[in-house]
């Protein structure tokens, strides 16, 4: 997971050279979500999910909305949905 974040980086460097788009990283909130995603597509969905929000983005930063993703985990999801012990 620690690798995470320095992989988006470098997908959005990537991604933002070949459309030729002045992005600059992404915002904190964006980053967290990130971060806490399960990426059950792996590489392959972080990579779709960031060149979808460089399309879309019309700031400096990517924004959670143009993300996509759900915020909450799906970690999350699951431990929600389980019903309560007692």
């Known amino acids: 997971r620690e690798c995470i974040l320095p992989l988006a980086d ?48 019309d700031d400096r930063k990517i924004h959670t909305y143009n993300l996509a993703l759900p915020k909450k985990t799906l970690r999350q999801q699951v431990a929600a949905a389980r019903p309560a012990v007692g």
């Open 10 to 57: 470098l997908l959005l460097k990537k991604c933002c050279a070949s459309m030729h788009r002045d992005i600059h990283g992404f915002t904190d909130e964006a980053r967290k979500l990130i971060l806490e995603y399960e990426w059950p597509g792996n590489i392959r969905q972080l990579a779709n999910t960031i060149e979808r929000a460089v399309i879309l983005e």
